[in-house]
């Protein structure tokens, strides 16, 4: 009457492979891949998430209702990130020609220490927006 | 639409029991997309920081524990099986199987819960919690605070999800008790499991962000 039922070996495997997928991910992050460790961890982790997200919470079995409000899920997601990135990442790419600071400033975050340690005074990137204007 | 052997759980501005899970899964989803932007919002935040002082990061990180971190992420995973092992009890109207495993399921969640309490206490024992008595290796030592900050609101919030999760179960099984739950009418437990599910998915991410950077340096 309800909802599809689900063969219980379905579950049993699929928390064999999360469980797998667990172990993997400890294992690679004490291997140094450089930036692909984060890469790495992030893949695995939305892998898992797809596993729980078809199976243990039936969405591979689900109306295609359902499937387009979980799927907006993630471009609305898209967006959130998106958006974002395009600000913080951009910023101090452009210097104005009359050297105003209204574009291309660097913006750091919190209230300037007087003594700031060398290794993190300021974000990557930091070094050529300063330089620009 | 004749009223067919009129199930007691059927609510009446629905034509049928399937018609009404449906309709309560696919409520339940539109909620749980809002969750994910909750957590999407604290995610994002870490991800900016984490990108402007990624050496701080890494040191901070080093700081929790692993194991406890890595237990805690299997206690999860066993409990989303048990979660969907009740589930498929349910929609089978195994009411004895259905009780046994919301009770794994809720224990899981406690012993989660203890296991983060014994982080929590190593972190404020070791002056680790934002704050004037803050206390890091002095090259970052600001930084490390935005680490620690994220990290107990987003462990925090996770938290308070699992302590709803399981009131949630709990009531789920005292319906399983009282015999409301049948293999018609199981609806409930579908959904109070895509709740359960979303708060492991976090856990997921959480895991390797929080406690797995620069392990290898």
Redo the contacts between chains.
């Keep these: 009457?309800?909802?599809h039922?689900?063969p219980?070996r379905v579950?049993?495997a699929?928390?064999g492979i999360?469980?797998i997928c667990?172990a993997l991910?400890?294992g690679i992050?004490?291997?140094?891949?450089g930036p692909f460790?984060v890469v790495a961890?992030?893949t695995?982790?939305v892998f898992?998430?797809t596993l729980?997200?078809l199976?243990?919470?039936?969405v591979k079995y689900?109306?295609k209702?359902?499937k387009f409000?979980?799927a907006?899920?993630l471009f609305?997601?898209a967006c959130?990130?998106g958006l974002?990135?395009t600000d913080?990442?951009s910023r101090g790419w452009y210097a104005s020609p009359r050297g105003t600071t209204m574009a291309g400033t660097q913006v750091t975050?919190?209230p300037a220490?007087p003594a700031?340690?060398a290794?993190?005074a300021k974000?990557?990137g930091a070094a050529e927006g300063a330089a620009a204007h | 639409v004749a009223d067919v052997a009129h199930h007691p759980a059927l609510a009446h501005q629905f034509d049928s029991?399937?018609q009404q899970?449906?309709a309560a899964?696919?409520g339940m989803?539109?909620f749980?997309?809002t969750e994910?932007?909750f957590f999407?919002?604290l995610f994002?935040t870490y991800?900016?920081?984490r990108?402007?002082?990624?050496?701080?990061f890494s040191a901070a990180s080093h700081e929790l524990d692993?194991l406890l971190g890595?237990i805690n992420?299997?206690v999860l995973?066993?409990s989303?099986?048990t979660?969907?092992?009740a589930v498929?009890a349910a929609?089978?109207g195994q009411r004895r199987l259905l009780m046994i495993f919301l009770v794994v399921t809720m224990v899981l969640g406690t012993v989660f819960l203890g296991i983060k309490a014994v982080e929590y206490y190593h972190k404020f024992a070791e002056h680790h919690v934002p704050g004037a008595t803050f206390q890091f290796e002095?090259?970052?030592q600001?930084?490390a605070q935005i680490f620690f900050s994220l990290y107990f609101i987003m462990t925090g919030l996770h938290a308070i999800h699992m302590i709803i999760g399981i009131a949630v179960l709990l009531v789920m099984w005292i319906w399983a008790w009282r015999g409301r739950i049948t293999?018609?009418?199981?609806?409930p437990i579908?959904i109070s499991?895509?709740y359960w599910?979303?708060v492991?998915?976090v856990w997921?991410?959480l895991?390797?962000?929080l406690y797995?950077i620069?392990?290898?340096?």
């Design positions: 009457v309800s909802a039922v689900v219980t579950y049993y699929i928390f999360l469980m667990t991910t400890v992050a004490f291997i140094d891949l460790n961890a992030l695995i982790a898992k998430a729980v997200v199976f243990f919470m039936h689900s109306s209702l359902t409000v979980v907006s899920c609305f997601l959130l990130f974002t990135f913080y990442l975050v919190g220490a700031r340690p290794a993190e974000p990557e | 029991l399937g899970t449906e899964t696919l989803w539109v749980l997309v994910v932007l999407g919002g994002l991800a900016v920081y990108s402007f002082y990624p050496a701080a692993i890595g992420t299997a995973i066993t989303s099986l979660m969907a092992l498929h929609q089978l002095r090259e970052h600001r930084h293999s018609d009418y199981a609806g579908e499991g895509l599910h979303f492991d998915i997921i991410f895991f390797p962000l797995l620069g392990r290898h340096a």
